[in-house]
């Protein structure tokens, strides 16, 4: 049994960036034995929802790891 440093991902409003990133640590010999935090944060107001949404949607279906564990953020300050 591997002792395995935990994986954290913070996330905001980029899409792309976010599945570029999971994709390549997906890809990891050692992916399907670890395991995922995925923090993402609140919109900062309200042009950024929809892109924070995207995001959180993608977040949803992500697997090949060992647990993901996610962490979404609600408040912004209006």
Do not use: W
């Amino acid at each position: 049994m591997k002792n395995l440093a935990p994986i954290v991902l913070f996330t905001y409003n980029r899409h792309q960036h976010t599945r570029q990133t999971v994709e390549a640590l997906q890809k990891n010999t050692l992916a399907k034995e670890s395991q995922l935090f995925i923090y993402s944060d609140a919109p900062k107001n309200q042009a950024a929802k929809e892109k924070v949404q995207q995001v959180r949607e993608y977040i949803k279906t992500i697997d090949g790891f060992k647990k993901i564990t996610v962490e979404f953020r609600f408040c912004f300050a209006s």
